[in-house]
């Protein structure tokens, strides 16, 4: 198939479609669909994790670059989604908005126990700048219980084979989230 470039603006009454072809079977798979009027807004879900109950629940792809809304009343479980390739690029934001109760966590865990690592760079929210930690070993990511309002938890699938992967965790949070 041939290249085109334009010098102009392009137009369309229709909207426009980023496809793929699969090289064996020739089928094509639409990967994006621009409409004529494009919705660039952020998903924020106040929801999935803000029910002042314990939640269970696994993300998907289709949720990547969604700000999750955290009600910390009761324990939280968030699983990422299952090893797949796919995953690469997937993106999660998290705002706490009803601190963590005693005796409480919110956990974010990685699939595949002991074959997938967050690389966390974890700071605590109101401290100093001598506070930032790093750590690289652990598949569970913590906010410990009483973690404050507008504490925030950012990850992003950096690799991922079918078989282990890693992401980049990034939080702002008192007391300060931990990687096991």
């Known amino acids: 198939m ?4 334009f010098s102009g603006p392009v137009r369309s009454e229709n909207g426009f479609q980023s496809v793929t072809k699969d090289a064996t079977t020739g089928a094509v798979t639409v990967e994006a669909t621009y409409d004529v009027r494009p919705n ?7 929801t999935t994790l803000n029910t002042g109950a314990a939640v269970t629940t696994t993300l998907t792809t289709a949720q990547s670059g969604t700000i999750f809304e955290i009600d910390g ?3 939280i479980v968030v699983n990422m989604p299952a090893l797949s390739t796919a995953n690469v690029g997937t993106t999660y934001e998290f705002i706490v908005t009803t601190a ?3 005796a409480k966590t919110v956990t974010f865990v990685l699939p595949g126990s002991g074959v997938s690592n967050f690389y ?4 605590l929210l109101g401290g100093v700048a001598a506070n930032p930690a790093s750590d690289v070993a652990g598949d569970t990511l913590t906010l410990p219980n009483s973690t404050v309002v ?13 078989t282990n992967s890693t992401w980049k965790a990034e939080t702002l949070s008192s007391p ?5």
């Open 100 to 102: 963590v109760g005693a």
């Open 150 to 162: 507008n504490s925030r938890v950012k990850l992003t699938c950096i690799s991922d084979d079918g």
């Open 73 to 75: 009343t009761d324990d």
């Open 176 to 180: 300060i989230a931990t990687i096991a």
């Open 120 to 123: 966390g760079a974890l700071t």
């Open 2 to 5: 041939a290249n085109t470039t």
């Open 40 to 46: 660039f807004r952020v998903t924020v879900d106040s």
